[in-house]
């Protein structure tokens, strides 16, 4: 998991394997209803965990049931290896609390 920032044919060819998820910008983003306000913060608690291992940590936006993620590698100006890894562990949660 590199933080060497992606080129875009390397950015086109990972978000195909993440259909949940769009590109906006420098960022990967996705947003996702859960069946409750308590599923939505275990998820949330399940990313966390992923993030730190990582040392890679989302903007996410709770609203509700309704999660919204963001990911960038801010110190890289753009999209890395770590980006689209988590977007992979964020949807296993996801699908994990459905």
């Excluded at 983003?29 to 992923?50: C, G, L, M, N, Y």
């Excluded at 990582?54 to 980006?83: E, K, N």
């Amino acid at each position: 998991m590199s933080r060497t920032r992606l080129t875009e044919d390397q950015i086109t060819a990972a978000l195909a394997d993440l259909p949940h998820w769009t590109r906006t910008g420098e960022a990967l983003t996705r947003t996702a209803e859960t069946a409750s306000f308590p599923t939505a913060i275990k998820v949330v608690d399940a990313v966390a965990e992923q993030a730190e291992a990582l040392d890679h940590h989302p903007d996410i936006d709770i609203r509700w049931r309704t999660l919204t993620f963001v990911l960038s590698t801010h110190s890289a100006g753009g999209l890395t290896g770590l980006d689209f890894t988590l977007a992979h562990l964020i949807d296993q949660a996801l699908d994990t609390a459905s």
